[in-house]
């Protein structure tokens, strides 16, 4: 019976909601194009969050206007967002379940600008019920853990599960909105076990996403142009990448068509050191007299003023000592 009358009451505070009937709060959420006027009520709203508590009451109200209404301008939260948060207010209830994960770490962070504290405790909670989720979504947490450190449980998680594997955030469905500061330092420091090749995939695949549609996703359909942007986006990072223990073979397939977007002499270290180092004990007495004839050819090249033609016939003769392998 009791939870039948409360069904009635949150019903009933919906309408009112609904309506905006009696309301004396008129607040303009969003973002333009994407904004919305809520009529609201300030009795409820002082009552359940803490923020309108303190921005209603007191010293710090604002005066209303000549409707006897007051008029706020909230665009630091989406209109999606504010009315979940608004109708829980309200009505009591929230539907996590139907959400999607991004979307409820967004609730947990107007939550958490509204104080509602035993909302915030509740949904961070529930996002830790699936850590497959939250581990799709790492760019995202990793966010919230850095700039939220009070969501204590996500924190925790974030910082326990980082340092098992660091690589979780290059695998992570949200990789592409790392921002280039925290991935300058993950690379800076070798935060991660992956591959050098696959570091360059997924410098590749974040570019196409930080290019704002300028790159196609297919790198091997880009022209001079697209390579030169692509090399603007990445130039901070190329220097802590160890392009010196990728296979030959992987660095002529996959680095030298944006060989464009590397100083001249920092690509000829590259293939100087690779040719030599890949080359294992016993192979050395079959392929010495080839590699000697690679030195040779290589100090006589730099002094050389045609760059191009020693990049040019440089690679060939890698890419013979790696097929004769």
């Known amino acids: 019976m009791s939870t039948d009358l409360l069904k009635i009451i949150s019903k009933e ?57 007051i008029k706020l301008q909230k665009p630091g939260i989406s209109v999606k967002i504010y009315e979940i948060i608004i109708k829980y207010i309200y009505c009591g209830v929230i539907d996590l379940a139907s959400k999607n ?80 500061e925290i991935l300058l330092d993950l690379l800076t420091k070798d935060k991660h076990s992956l591959k050098t090749i696959e570091i360059w995939d997924k410098l590749i695949e974040w570019s196409v996403v930080q290019s704002n549609g300028l790159l196609p996703s297919d790198a091997t359909t880009w022209t001079v142009d697209n390579i030169s942007t692509f090399g603007d986006l990445i130039q901070p990072f190329i220097s802590h990448i160890n392009f010196k223990v990728m296979n030959p073979s992987d660095f002529l397939r996959k680095i030298k068509p944006f060989k464009k977007i590397f100083d001249k002499d920092f690509y000829i270290e ?33 002094k050389i003023s045609s760059t191009d033609f020693f990049m040019y016939n440089y690679e060939l003769l890698v890419l013979e000592v790696e097929m004769d392998r």
């Open 101 to 180: 994960t991004r979307t409820n770490v967004m609730i947990l962070i107007a939550a958490n600008e509204l104080g509602l504290t035993e909302l915030c405790d509740h949904v961070e909670d529930y996002l830790l019920q699936d850590i497959k989720s939250l581990k799709q979504n790492f760019v995202l947490i990793q966010d919230v853990a850095y700039n939220f450190n009070h969501f204590k449980k996500l924190t925790k998680f974030y910082e326990s599960t980082f340092q098992q594997d660091p690589s979780l955030i290059f695998r992570a469905d949200d990789f592409t909105t790392i921002k280039h």
């Open 13 to 69: 505070y919906n309408d009112l909601l609904d309506t905006g009937e009696f309301s004396d709060v008129e607040i303009l959420v969003g973002e333009e194009p994407n904004t919305k006027m809520l009529n609201l009520h300030s009795c409820i709203l002082k009552l359940r969050s803490k923020y309108f508590r303190t921005l209603l009451t007191g010293s710090n109200r604002i005066s209303k206007t000549k409707n006897n209404v």
């Open 270 to 302: 590259i293939l100087e050191y690779y040719s030599f180092k890949t080359c294992s004990h016993s192979q050395q007495s079959k392929q010495s007299f080839a590699l000697t004839k690679l030195t040779k050819f290589c100090q006589l090249c730099k």
